[in-house]
């Protein structure tokens, strides 16, 4: 079977190529903005070639990128595209204006290169309330939550394409943070969401500024974690000795990097900051990697 080349768009700190090289597949090009993630990128992939550039603006439009990419690929064998495409700029304001033109522009811009491109198959990754403005000729539009395909952690994305479907028998045995972090094992262990002024999100109406906003309170080490995200670092609460007794402390980078679902190698340099935004913002590695053994499986059919 010839292996896949897969090129990673918005590739971040690498969390879809990382499922995808544990898949077996030859990740080619990678390509995100921000220097900060490439160069972490490059650390864990570097027999890919990496281009830091800003897509979608004038200089980097649609036909130039797809000329870039076709440099990298051999058509002789299978190729993949996949872009996890930024829409930070759909707030609330501009769904109300209608002017989701905007928000949804590199998402739109990304589809357009998909077109371009037309690869043999593709995925996009993106927060779940993009589902609704996806256009309908996308032939595979799915919610996936990581929880249910080897991820330690409850997080919703929609993932879209064409080549691979995701099924009910894809589902695997949930895992919890017990499962993965060994010293974190005691029973009586708490994960809980935690966040400084960060708006109450009420079936996704911002209602308002709260202090501390416990999100939905406490889970036990033995579930999966609420999701992790840049902007509210989950904690870990232990309960010492009496059961009264408390000890709060943020999760370390590895401890999250591990709940991400990345592998205890996978490394990460820079500001504490930007490791939480990096790792906040990736596909969780085990989803992207079924994705791409669903491709393969396909393609043995064939
Ligand atoms: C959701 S994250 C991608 C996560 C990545 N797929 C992963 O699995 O780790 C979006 C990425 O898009 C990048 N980005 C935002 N605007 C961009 C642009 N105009 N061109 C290229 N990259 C951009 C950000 O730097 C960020 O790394």
């Not at 027999?47 to 797809?66: F, P, R, W």
């Not at 002017?99 to 993106?126: C, H, I």
């Not at 579930?223 to 609460?237: D, M, V």
Request: positive net charge; contains cysteine; glycine residues 6%.
């Amino acid at each position: 079977m010839k292996r896949i080349q897969v090129v990673d768009l918005f590739c971040g700190l690498g969390g879809f190529s990382q499922g995808a090289s544990e898949a077996k597949c030859d990740v080619i090009v990678a390509i995100d903005c921000w220097d900060k993630s490439q160069k972490n990128h490059k650390i864990n992939h570097p027999n890919c070639v990496h281009y830091t550039l800003k897509l979608g603006n004038t200089e980097n439009s649609v036909d130039k990128i797809a000329d870039l990419i076709r440099q990298h690929i051999d058509f002789s064998k299978p190729w993949h595209l996949h872009g996890s495409p930024p829409c930070q700029k759909l707030s609330i304001a501009n769904r109300k204006t209608g002017n989701v033109q905007e928000g949804m522009r590199l998402v739109f811009w990304y589809l357009d290169l998909v077109k371009k491109l037309n690869p043999d198959t593709w995925s996009m990754e993106q927060v779940s309330t993009v589902r609704k403005y996806l256009p309908n000729w996308i032939p595979n539009i799915q919610t996936l939550d990581a929880s249910h395909y080897g991820t330690p952690q409850t997080r919703k994305r929609v993932f879209c394409g064409d080549g691979w479907v995701i099924d009910i028998s894809d589902k695997k045995q949930t895992i919890s943070p017990n499962d993965v972090l060994k010293e974190l094992h005691k029973e009586g262990d708490l994960i809980r969401g935690y966040s400084v002024n960060r708006p109450i999100c009420v079936k996704g109406v911002y209602k308002g500024l709260k202090k501390v906003v416990g999100v939905d309170g406490t889970r036990k080490i033995t579930e999966p974690t609420f999701t992790i995200c840049a902007s509210a670092p989950l904690k870990l609460e232990k309960q010492i000795g009496d059961n009264k007794t408390k000890k709060i402390r943020s999760l370390t980078i590895q401890e999250s990097l591990i709940l991400q679902g990345f592998p205890k190698t996978y490394k990460i340099e820079g500001f504490m900051k930007d490791k939480r935004t990096m790792i906040g913002n990736a596909v969780c590695p085990p989803v992207s990697r079924m994705i791409m053994n669903k491709i393969q499986n396909n393609q043995k059919l064939d």
